[in-house]
């Protein structure tokens, strides 16, 4: 195998010079050895083509998957488990640790290990995963560590992006003519940013909290009875709490990570892939509304873009820009970009809770330290009918008092809708 990198795996790939991880944790109650996970990984493997390569650049810089010449284990990094939080410290560090992509595989796994109970932590480079990819690794391995003879199948990697898009949307003129353009005029406004200063990116930092079983499913049930999806009703509250701890903004802007998946048939859930989209939503201050009324309205607003979402023409425009990674890449090391957060809620997650003699304690949200643009993000998942959140950013973007306040005041906001139904 050799695929050169999408757009959009270039740009996360990023050179290959600094950390773009997607990192998941979960924790078992159970006793299993060094030996059964290895030959989980390895079944997850040959399951997965991509987690069997590593990057070549050619002549030209333009980055390459290549399938290994030599089979590789999936790293496996072994510590005791001393404290229920001993994976905070290693989610920062695993963030932070760049995958060696030109000589290692890229995905590790880190064994919080304790006498009965352990944390298992997946992390995956960004060029080759989303969360909900991270996830699927997390649920396959533990359904061969439940049940060793388990068959999980495997499935053949595209040659292209290219592959996915129907042959009257390659050929339409007018798709033809942009993908030509654009690149020209991105390059020109590149140029106009090439004396932007970089930013400091030193401070990471993650707040991680969840909402009770009783908060979580009055939730589900207001958003039901309202009409209304979780996703729109948490962005109401996020945006409203946003606005209300950053009294300088009379607009506050996010931008809504979109699972492509659901657009491209090709692709399953159950794949690896990384191609998400993103689709902004604002909230003007309005004290006349409640949050009901906003996520309402931001209900309305999502279906509006979600139907201009035109995914085969942006994965056309895209692929033209690919000669421009490193200059995008340079750029977004300066840019703090329009919107506050970026807002990534993969919904109810489709783990069990027992694999066998092993149970799931509790799961944590993927996330990342972004290293490039606003590192702003709200991750978000649903499992054992708990809302589970990670936000992660920088203090030179957005200081750790300010992160707290803007946690604090969200919790406000969901505990008082629910009391005001």
């Given at each position: 195998?050799?695929?050169?990198?999408?757009?959009?795996?270039?740009?996360?790939?990023?050179?290959?010079?600094?950390?773009?991880?997607?990192?998941?944790?979960?924790?078992?109650?159970?006793?299993?050895?060094?030996?059964?996970?290895?030959?989980?990984?390895?079944?997850?493997?040959?399951?997965?083509?991509?987690?069997?390569?590593?990057?070549?650049?050619?002549?030209?810089?333009?980055?390459?998957?290549?399938?290994?010449?030599?089979?590789?284990?999936?790293?496996?990094?072994?510590?005791?488990?001393?404290?229920?939080?001993?994976?905070?410290?290693?989610?920062?560090?695993?963030?932070?640790?760049?995958?060696?992509?030109?000589?290692?595989?890229?995905?590790?796994?880190?064994?919080?290990?304790?006498?009965?109970?352990?944390?298992?932590?997946?992390?995956?480079?960004?060029?080759?995963?989303?969360?909900?990819?991270?996830?699927?690794?997390?649920?396959?391995?533990?359904?061969?560590?439940?049940?060793?003879?388990?068959?999980?199948?495997?499935?053949?990697?595209?040659?292209?992006?290219?592959?996915?898009?129907?042959?009257?949307?390659?050929?339409?003129?007018?798709?033809?003519?942009?993908?030509?353009?654009?690149?020209?005029?991105?390059?020109?406004?590149?140029?106009?940013?090439?004396?932007?200063?970089?930013?400091?990116?030193?401070?990471?930092?993650?707040?991680?909290?969840?909402?009770?079983?009783?908060?979580?499913?009055?939730?589900?049930?207001?958003?039901?009875?309202?009409?209304?999806?979780?996703?729109?009703?948490?962005?109401?509250?996020?945006?409203?709490?946003?606005?209300?701890v950053d009294g300088s903004r009379r607009c506050?802007?996010?931008?809504?990570?979109?699972?492509?998946?659901?657009?491209?048939?090709?692709?399953?859930?159950?794949?690896?892939?990384?191609?998400?989209?993103?689709?902004?939503?604002?909230?003007?201050?309005?004290?006349?509304?409640?949050?009901?009324?906003?996520?309402?309205?931001?209900?309305?607003?999502?279906?509006?873009?979600?139907?201009?979402?035109?995914?085969?023409?942006?994965?056309?425009?895209?692929?033209?820009?690919?000669?421009?990674?490193?200059?995008?890449?340079?750029?977004?090391?300066?840019?703090?970009?329009?919107?506050?957060?970026?807002?990534?809620?993969?919904?109810?997650?489709?783990?069990?809770?027992?694999?066998?003699?092993?149970?799931?304690?509790?799961?944590?949200?993927?996330?990342?330290?972004?290293?490039?643009?606003?590192?702003?993000?709200?991750?978000?998942?649903?499992?054992?009918?708990?809302?589970?959140?990670m936000f992660t950013s920088d203090e030179n973007?957005?200081?750790?008092?300010?992160?707290?306040?803007?946690?604090?005041?969200?919790?406000?906001?969901?505990?008082?809708?629910?009391?005001?139904?």
């Open positions: 195998m050799k695929r050169k990198l999408t757009f959009l795996e270039g740009t996360l790939y990023a050179g290959g010079a600094i950390a773009n991880n997607v990192v998941t944790t979960v924790t078992i109650r159970g006793s299993f050895s060094k030996a059964c996970l290895q030959a989980a990984l390895d079944k997850v493997q040959r399951r997965h083509p991509l987690l069997n390569v590593h990057i070549e650049q050619d002549v030209s810089s333009a980055p390459y998957f290549v399938q290994a010449t030599i089979k590789k284990d999936i790293q496996v990094r072994v510590i005791d488990r001393l404290t229920d939080d001993d994976w905070k410290s290693e989610f920062v560090r695993e963030c932070l640790a760049p995958f060696d992509a030109t000589d290692s595989l890229l995905l590790r796994v880190v064994w919080i290990r304790g006498e009965n109970l352990s944390d298992l932590m997946f992390v995956g480079h960004h060029c080759i995963c989303d969360g909900r990819s991270v996830l699927n690794l997390m649920n396959e391995t533990l359904c061969v560590l439940g049940n060793p003879a388990m068959d999980i199948g495997s499935y053949d990697q595209f040659s292209s992006v290219l592959d996915f898009i129907p042959e009257h949307v390659k050929r339409n003129k007018g798709n033809r003519f942009i993908a030509k353009c654009l690149p020209m005029i991105v390059k020109t406004a590149l140029r106009f940013a090439a004396f932007k200063k970089e930013i400091n990116r030193c401070n990471p930092y993650f707040i991680h909290w969840n909402l009770s079983k009783e908060e979580s499913k009055a939730i589900l049930e207001q958003c039901k009875f309202k009409g209304l999806s979780i996703h729109t009703f948490l962005s109401a509250v996020f945006l409203t709490a946003y606005g209300d506050v802007k996010l931008f809504c990570s979109i699972d492509m998946r659901r657009f491209i048939k090709e692709v399953k859930n159950d794949m690896l892939f990384a191609f998400p989209a993103m689709v902004p939503l604002h909230l003007k201050k309005s004290s006349a509304r409640n949050i009901w009324q906003q996520a309402e309205m931001l209900k309305v607003a999502l279906a509006k873009r979600m139907e201009k979402l035109t995914v085969y023409d942006t994965l056309v425009f895209s692929e033209g820009l690919t000669p421009l990674i490193p200059q995008i890449t340079n750029y977004a090391k300066k840019d703090k970009g329009t919107h506050a957060f970026t807002f990534s809620n993969m919904g109810r997650v489709q783990l069990e809770e027992h694999y066998g003699a092993l149970a799931i304690e509790n799961l944590y949200a993927p996330a990342s330290l972004f290293a490039l643009g606003n590192p702003s993000t709200l991750s978000i998942t649903s499992f054992k009918g708990q809302i589970d959140f973007f957005l200081s750790y008092p300010v992160a707290r306040a803007f946690q604090t005041r969200a919790l406000e906001i969901i505990r008082t809708s629910l009391s005001t139904k």
